[in-house]
Each structure stands twice: as structure tokens, then as C-alpha cells.
């Protein structure tokens, strides 16, 4: 049996439109309707006809030349509802949002579609509010878009707005759902985002990989290890181990819980790590001093055929700072450009001067600041001010603090690195007049804070803090323990 006479139309037609488009773009703008004047002699249908000049639609505006896009929109015969949410789905991918709502407001008949394209496109623009109003109009809203409106809301940090219309949804799914856990964890709550998420699984709902990838950040942030690993229970009991994203997600938090092990085991479960993977395992090491176990790491991603890249070597000089290896320090660092094309960035200078300046290599760690290829920032000085400080290298030290003050004078951290140089040396009426001047400014040092979790409760404590409940307790305790290492050293010594 052959192939209908018509099909074979339909594609010879399609073909002589690309072939027109590609090569003589100018004479069809001039003469729009001729490459279709043959339609007849080969008995197309009207609905074949509508199909084609609606694909060229798209075609065109995907290109970027929505206005031809338009031309043949204006030009078709009949128009139905599809051509009509087709060319203003061209403007909104466009850009042209003001093009997208006059034709919006032309519609005869409008779709679902219709209305979540013009809410979803003044939602990406920032435009809540016009969004909002669209949708209390909207006839029969469906769960795309008070998805759309959700999300737009929690981009707009209207998060508590986001969940009062969250809660007004008929029958939330499971990307409505993902949508407004997300929110919370972009807006920064993640003890609300934890929430969020046992709510949905109360609810009987599915969690969507984008659900767990938000419930994991927000966990990593709080980090509470026994939380991370429940919540790591839910990704093995509904089948989401092997799932590359959701992975680097739980190896993160698991970092953050202070829990290694965890995140070598999250590691092992990805069939398919690749190089974020292996990115957060050396950087997570890194960072919290595990400079033995960074470097192993960095060598068995290249042995599992993966390039490192400008994080990998972050993480690895993060690693050789904190445990004071100088010289594979040195050698990394010069290998980024030598064996891998990477030029070192700011942020790998500035390891290499907390490498150097930690170890008491300050002249060197002064060179290096003098010779990098652009301007050094007040982190730098700091660095190296910091180095002075742990090494009583005054005079580099008083250097160091004058680039900190001409740089950064209204810091409050930086001031005090420099109050306390100033005070090593005896001089107190430097250390007075920088008081003085603090005050004036108004200058706070941020407040730092430690806690620790026992049995699921988070315990906070801030410097010179008495207000734990157990404070009566703790304190005496700690003096103890810092009385018994105190002797303990001292056997150590003598």
C-alpha cells in the first residue's frame, strides 16, 4: 500500500518552505502566500495548512524574528486557538511581554494555556503584581497556574503570600508541592522548609527530585546530622540514591552535619558521579582540614577519567593551607596553568597566601601579593596581617595594617586584627584612637555563635552567653576541663 498522496504533499510543501526560508528569506516577506498558492492541485486539507504556517511561527520565533513571526500570523486564512498561544509564547521568549498582552487582550477565545503563558511571562519579569491581578480574573485555574503564581510569589520574596495561596489550592501535586518548599528554602528558612516537607509526605504526596534536592539544602544549612540522615532514609526508601543531583545535594549536607562518613557512603551509592561530586567531597574536605584525605580524593577523581577544574583546585589548596603542606601547596598551584590550562583566580591566591602566611613564609606570602596579576583586595592583607599576628612580625604587620585601613576602614574585624598588632607592639594610644573612632562609627563586630545537637535539639551559645537554661552547669564544667588540660600540658612539658 503507498504512501496517500497527500502526505507526500504535506512534506514536499515543508520542504519547499525551509528550502525558501533558508535561501531567499527577502522574497518570501514580499510574497508571503506564494509558496502556499499550490495547495490546492494537491487537495491539502485546511487543518494541514493551519498546522504548517503554525510551525513556522515557532520556527521563526525561536530565531529571534518575531516580527516576520507576526507577519505570517496576520496573513493566515483562519487562526485557531493553538496559533494563537504559539505567537505569544514567540514574544514572551522574546522578551516583547507589552506584543504578548495586546495580542493577549485580542484573543477571541482564551485557554488555560493562554492564561499561564501571559502570568508565568509577568511573573519572570518581576511583575507580581500584574501577574496576581491576571490570575484572581483567570476562569478556570488549573494546577499549572497556581503553580505559576506560587512560584512567582516566592520569587518575589512574598513567601508568606506564596503559602496562603498554597493553601488555598483545590489538590496541590506533587510539583506544586516542589514549588513551594523551594520558596522556603530560597527565602532562607530552612527550619520552615524541613517543615514543608514532612507536611507533603503526610499528605501522601510523591517528593519530585527538585522537592529533595530543596529539602537537602535546607537541612545542610541547619546542620543537624540526625535530620540529614532521616531525611537521606527517605531518598533510599523511595529510590532516589542513584539520582546524580539529589547525590551532591545529600554528599553537601552531610559535609555541613560534620558526618564524612555519611558522605562517602552517599557517594558510593551514585552509579554516575561526576565532577560536582567529586568537587564536593575535596572541597568538604578541604575546608574543614582534612588535607590528607582532599588530596586523595583529588587523585581518584582523575583516576575515575575526570578533569579537575577551578573548584577542585580550590578545595585542594583549602586543604593544604589548613594542614600547613607548603611545598604540594606550591606544586598544585603552579600545575593549574603548567598541566591543566587553568589560570589561577583570586580566590587561589588567596589560599596560597593563607598557606604561606600560616606557616610563617611571610615574605614570601608578601611577594606573592605583589606580584599577582591584579589589584589585591583588603582579604589579602588581612591574610597576611593575620600570619604577622601568629608569627610577631610587627613591622610587616604594621604594613599589612595600613593597606587594611586605607582599603577597609569602616570593617570592624579587620580593625580590631589591627588593634590587637598594634597592642602586641605596646602601642596603646593607636589601639585607644581606633577604639575611639569604632565608636564613633558604630562599628560591631558580628556576633559569633557555636552550637551542638543532642538527642534532635540544637543548643546555641554566643561569647559571654548566660542564658542556656544549664548555663549553671556548663560553665563550671568547662573551667574544669580547661583546668585538667591546662595540667595535662604541663606534665606534657616537663
Request: hydrophobic content about 40%; proline content about 3%; some cysteine.
Amino acid at each position: 500500500m503507498g504512501i496517500p498522496l497527500r502526505i507526500i504533499a504535506i512534506k514536499t510543501v515543508c520542504s519547499i518552505l525551509n528550502f525558501i526560508g533558508r535561501r531567499n528569506a527577502v522574497s518570501l516577506r514580499l510574497h508571503p502566500r506564494h509558496a502556499l498558492g499550490g495547495y490546492a492541485s494537491f487537495h491539502v486539507r485546511k487543518e494541514d495548512v493551519l498546522m504548517m504556517q503554525t510551525k513556522r511561527i515557532s520556527d521563526y520565533s525561536l530565531k529571534g524574528e518575531v516580527d516576520y513571526a507576526r507577519k505570517i500570523f496576520e496573513d493566515m486564512a483562519h487562526r485557531d486557538i493553538v496559533s494563537w498561544n504559539v505567537m505569544i509564547r514567540g514574544y514572551v521568549q522574546n522578551h516583547r511581554i507589552g506584543d504578548a498582552r495586546e495580542l493577549f487582550d485580542k484573543m477571541p477565545v482564551r485557554s488555560s494555556v493562554s492564561w499561564n503563558t501571559i502570568i508565568m511571562a509577568y511573573a519572570q519579569e518581576g511583575k507580581t503584581h500584574i501577574a496576581m491581578k491576571l490570575f484572581i480574573v483567570m476562569p478556570d485555574k488549573d494546577v499549572m497556574g497556581w503553580t505559576a503564581m506560587i512560584s512567582a510569589l516566592s520569587r518575589g520574596s512574598h513567601i508568606e503570600d506564596a503559602w496562603h495561596l498554597f493553601k488555598q489550592m483545590p489538590e496541590p501535586n506533587s510539583v506544586s508541592w516542589a514549588s513551594i518548599i523551594s520558596g522556603f528554602q530560597q527565602n532562607g528558612l530552612a527550619a520552615e522548609t524541613v517543615c514543608r516537607f514532612k507536611e507533603m509526605l503526610s499528605a501522601r504526596v510523591q517528593p519530585t527530585s527538585h522537592s529533595f534536592t530543596s529539602a537537602l539544602a535546607a537541612t545542610a544549612d541547619l546542620a543537624m546530622l540526625s535530620l540529614s540522615q532521616q531525611l537521606y532514609c527517605q531518598i533510599l526508601k523511595r529510590g532516589f540514591e542513584s539520582n546524580t543531583h539529589i547525590g551532591n545535594s545529600a554528599i553537601s549536607m552531610f559535609i555541613k552535619s560534620g558526618s564524612f562518613c555519611d558522605a562517602r557512603h552517599a557517594l558510593e551509592d551514585l552509579p554516575r558521579p561526576d565532577i560536582v561530586t567529586w568537587n564536593a567531597m575535596i572541597v568538604g574536605y578541604g575546608q574543614n582540614g582534612y588535607g590528607i584525605e582532599a588530596i586523595m580524593s583529588f587523585h581518584q577523581m582523575k583516576k575515575a577519567q575526570f578533569l579537575p577544574d577551578r573548584v577542585s583546585f580550590l578545595g585542594l589548596l583549602h586543604g593544604c593551607s589548613h594542614c600547613g603542606y607548603v611545598e604540594k601547596g606550591m606544586q598544585y598551584f603552579h600545575s593549574m596553568q603548567s598541566n591543566y590550562g587553568i589560570s589561577p583566580g583570586p580566590e587561589h591566591y588567596a589560599c596560597m597566601v593563607d598557606l604561606l602566611a600560616r606557616a610563617g613564609f611571610l615574605k614570601e606570602a608578601h611577594k606573592l601579593i605583589k606580584e599577582m596579576p591584579f589589584e589585591p583586595t583588603c582579604i589579602f592583607w588581612r591574610t597576611l596581617l593575620n600570619g604577622c599576628r601568629i608569627w610577631g612580625d610587627l613591622e610587616l604587620g604594621f604594613y599589612a595594617a595600613s593597606h587594611i585601613l586605607e582599603l577597609d576602614p569602616y570593617n570592624s574585624s579587620a580593625c580590631l586584627m589591627v588593634m590587637d598588632i598594634y597592642a602586641s607592639a605596646g602601642r596603646w594610644k593607636e589601639v585607644v584612637e581606633m577604639r575611639r573612632q569604632m565608636r564613633e562609627r558604630e562599628a560591631r563586630k558580628e556576633l559569633g555563635c557555636s552550637w551542638i545537637e543532642i538527642k534532635g535539639t540544637v543548643h546555641l551559645f554566643t561569647t559571654r552567653d548566660d542564658t542556656h537554661p544549664e548555663a549553671d552547669h556548663i560553665y563550671p564544667t568547662l573551667q574544669l576541663l580547661s583546668c585538667d588540660v591546662a595540667y595535662k600540658a604541663e606534665v606534657v612539658r616537663n
